[in-house]
Every structure is written in C-alpha cells, then in structure tokens.
C-alpha cells in the first residue's frame, strides 16, 4: 500500500509523519523504516525504528533511491513500513520521475506499507498519482 502526505513547505507533512511513525512503532509486530535527507528526525521518532539518511548512501536520483530501498527491503523480511521524508528533493523535484518510481514501488513494496511526503499542491499531483492522496 501507497500513501502521499501532500502538502506546500511548511504545512506539517513531516510532523503528520512523525505522528504516524511513533503510533506503528507502538502497535506493529514488525519492523519499521524511516528514510529521509539528513537526520533531523533523529529526536523525534522512536529509537525502535530504523533511520536512515540517504545522504550517507550518496544517493542521488530515482533509480538509484529504488535501488537502494529494494536493498534494504531485502536485508530484513520482517520490514513492515517504509516512511520516507522529502521524496521529491531526492529526485530534484521532477515529477515525471517520481511517477516511475512510484509505479515500480507499486511491485516492490506490495506486502509494505509506504508512506511519501511530498511538498506539493495537492492541485499539482499528476492525476495518474491521486489515489494516493
């Protein structure tokens, strides 16, 4: 399953997010993850999950990104949630791009739960990604 927190800079995405990780990590069976571009989250969501910051990793791009998740997906089975934090920043906003992405997490992550925020209008979500709204 897919799910988008849309919103412009500033609206709470990252804090809604934050809300969510910290409930799942109280209530799953399974293993929690929490992707974002540097450690800011560091303090604020539960030490049980998994924070990964992908600027360690280099990563630059969308396909390098569904590389690397597709690694950490296969590292650990029991991988229940993937959260990750400013998805666009790390494919330099092009949104075209993130579409593909999406479409291939879609195989990816059938048996995980992952939830993007995206600093966006809602109103400038491609239609084909509204369901994820």
């Known amino acids: 399953m897919i799910e988008f927190i ?3 800079k500033g609206s709470g995405k990252t804090k809604a997010m934050i809300d969510m990780i910290n409930k799942a990590a109280g209530e799953t069976t399974g293993n929690i993850v929490c992707i974002e571009k540097n450690m800011s989250l560091i303090y604020d969501i539960k030490h049980s999950v998994r924070l990964i910051d992908v600027d360690e990793y280099h990563i630059n791009g969308y396909d390098e990104f569904y590389g690397f998740v597709a690694g950490v997906l296969a590292g650990n089975y029991d991988i229940m949630e993937i959260y990750i934090d400013g998805i666009l920043r790390v494919g330099n906003r092009d949104m075209a791009g ?3 992405l999406v479409e ?3 195989i990816l992550c059938e048996n995980v739960k992952v939830i993007f925020t995206v600093s966006e209008e809602r109103d400038k979500i491609p239609d084909k990604l509204k369901k994820y709204l």
């Open 6 to 8: 849309v919103g412009a």
């Open 98 to 100: 993130f579409e593909k």
């Open 104 to 106: 291939r997490f879609e």
